[in-house]
Nanobody
Framework: QVQLVESGGGLVQPGGSLRLSCAAS????????GGWYRQAPGKPRELVAK???????NYADSVKGRFTISRDNAKNMLYLQMNSLKPEDTAIYYC????????????WGQGTQVTVSS
């Protein structure tokens, strides 16, 4: 059974930092690309950052220079380091993995809330 569990969300003041973690079980993470998405109230889910083929990384324009995606394949973990947080970063953040050769093997975590407010 595949399971993705996010952690590290919370309430932070503008300008602060958070590090989100995604623990993957039931898969071999090296066989998957991984990414982070977010959904704010009343808005569609959007890409935040993801790995593409190889170790290339894509970032949403709104987070470039502030967020960094990383992974530890040995630990089956994905991370999202978020710095210089803004109120508009407030959303539920979701971890996603997709098999490199089977796009139907597409899994999501349950999400973790990030709130940026003073």
């Amino acid at each position: 059974q595949v399971q993705l569990v996010e952690s590290g969300g919370g309430l932070v003041q503008p300008g602060g930092s958070l590090r989100l973690s995604c623990a993957a079980s039931g898969i071999i993470l090296t066989m998957y690309t991984g990414g982070w998405y977010r959904q704010a109230p009343g808005k569609p889910r959007e890409l935040v950052a993801k790995f593409t083929s190889g170790s290339m990384k894509n970032y949403a324009d709104s987070v470039k220079g502030r967020f960094t995606i990383s992974r530890d394949n040995a630990k089956n973990m994905l991370y999202l380091q978020m710095n210089s947080l803004k109120p508009e970063d407030t959303a539920i953040y979701y971890c996603n993995v997709v098999h490199r050769f089977r796009s139907d093997y597409d899994y999501w975590g349950q999400g973790t809330q990030v709130t940026v407010s003073s």
